[in-house]
């Protein structure tokens, strides 16, 4: 009973760093999200529900020793449950009101703490559900911390330890890497778990399909292998499905968020002239330069570049970072070459005491110049695309008509009729339309 205690008491504590985190968001972002006259007002407000949500985790924590205590490695041989002296147990649901289908948790407290512990937990609910209210009324993102979904529990269950001794021996160095430059919210322990359940889950699947098609390779009627051929081949065709098909899983695994990571650095190279010249022009302000990225990051201009630009503010917000600490953390994670220089050329500025002012402005033009240098690029290519498709998609079926017309006059027989050439002839082109739709929509810059 008192390892149960222990053990709810503990998610306990971890809900109160949820909570902690959500009203330490919620108060850094109090200049974009009220007016002048109402911030004072949440001010107080988030300082009582974050002193709530302290006294809430103390009284927690002062129950644990108690608790150990009253821990004993036998077990009773009577079968009666351990009483735990001085302590009371209480239950309650730690969510939102509005969230459905809320479970809720007990957790074993000092006794004398009980009513104190309620009271806290009111004031805390209170916020909470006024935080909510008021992001739907203006339309701005509550953030709530989410536990981790089905699949990467499941995964870490059965590999957790496997990915751990392989990130201790310093083998997923570069994989954590792709992972922080594509912004992808796991741990590389519990992605590289992931990616090992996957390869079995694909070798499981292999194996179906092996037997599977060994019983028609055998007795030769499936209609892949054609009764002439050995049945030895289809057996090492099927064979290679098994090597084939999990290999292929883990290095997808391995290799998207490197992918991830190329798709965000262009859409950061896209945005950045823009975002550089939105940062000289509030620089020019006299603004404190914190204050810059913090109105690129909370806008919706730049949807891509401002991900990167969070990565600055939570590190001089949570972790206590300088902001040239931070800069140069987050332009050695980002993906983009040019945004790591902007950022690299940001901080020296600071820390020597330029014109943060002039050096934006400076590299501004730079970064549109290179931007209109892409475009010109993109232009002529899309030029050279345009030849190759009349040659291909213009003069080619005009030939085709030609020799269909050449062919019917002279009765050559060529296995087709001219019906069936002629269909052949309309899919063949509108195939290579379609091919070359998709090819420009791939290759367009998004600006």
């Known amino acids: 009973m008192a390892l149960e205690n222990l053990k709810e008491n503990i998610g306990v504590g971890k809900e109160l760093v949820r909570e902690l985190i ?24 988030l300082t009582k529900a974050i002193n709530s949500s302290l ?27 351990e009483k735990v002296e001085g302590l009371v147990k209480i239950s309650y649901t ?52 989410r536990k981790a979904n089905f699949y990467a529990r499941l995964s870490n269950k059965l590999f957790l330890n496997f990915s751990t001794d392989f990130l201790n021996k310093g083998r997923l160095k570069k994989l954590n890497s792709y992972l922080r430059r594509a912004n992808m919210p796991f741990l590389v322990t519990t992605y590289f778990s992931m990616a090992l359940f996957s390869t079995l889950l694909a070798l499981a699947a292999a194996l179906v399909i092996f037997i599977f098609l060994l019983f028609f390779t055998i007795t030769t009627t499936f209609p892949f292998f054609s009764s002439h051929s050995p049945s030895f081949l289809g057996i090492l065709i099927n064979f290679l499905i098994i090597i084939l098909m999990p290999v292929i899983t883990f290095v997808f695994f391995y290799f998207y968020p490197y992918l991830e990571g190329k798709s965000v ?14 940062m000289s022009a509030v620089a020019g302000s006299g603004i404190e330069p914190t204050q810059i990225f913090k109105i690129i990051a909370f806008g919706e201009e730049y949807p891509a570049t401002k991900n990167e630009l969070k990565k600055i503010i939570n590190q001089v917000n949570v972790y206590g970072y300088d902001l040239i600490t931070a800069l140069k953390n987050t332009a050695r994670e980002t993906s983009s070459r040019k945004l790591s ?35 010109e690029r993109y232009t002529k290519s899309a030029e050279t695309f345009m030849d190759i498709y009349i040659s291909i998609v213009i003069a080619a079926p005009m030939i085709m008509t030609l020799l269909l017309v050449l062919i019917a006059v002279s009765g050559i027989s060529i296995g087709l009729s001219l019906q069936s050439l002629t269909v052949v002839i309309i899919s063949i082109v509108a195939l290579i339309n379609i091919l070359f739709l998709v090819f420009l929509h791939l290759s367009q810059p998004s600006y």
């Open 55 to 81: 006294e809430r985790l103390r009284i927690v924590n002062d129950s644990l020793p108690r608790i150990l205590e009253s821990i004993s490695p036998f077990k009773n041989l009577a079968g009666k449950e």
């Open 265 to 278: 650095e262009g859409k950061i190279n896209q945005e950045l002239p823009f975002v550089a010249i939105h």
């Open 22 to 45: 959500v009203f330490n968001s919620q108060f850094s972002n109090l200049e974009r999200l009220y007016p002048y006259e109402e911030r004072e007002a949440e001010r107080r407000m």
């Open 341 to 375: 220089e902007l950022l690299n050329g940001i901080a020296t500025t600071i820390s020597s005491g330029g014109s943060l002012s002039e050096f934006l402005d400076k590299r501004a033009e730079t970064l549109l110049f290179d931007y209109r240098l892409e475009r």
């Open 94 to 145: 730690p969510k939102i009101e509005s969230i459905s289908k809320e479970e809720k948790v007990s957790v074993t407290i000092v006794e004398k703490d009980k009513e104190k512990f309620l009271k806290e937990l009111t004031i805390s609910r209170e916020t909470l559900n006024r935080l909510k209210k008021e992001s739907k009324v203006k339309g701005t993102d509550f953030i709530e911390l």
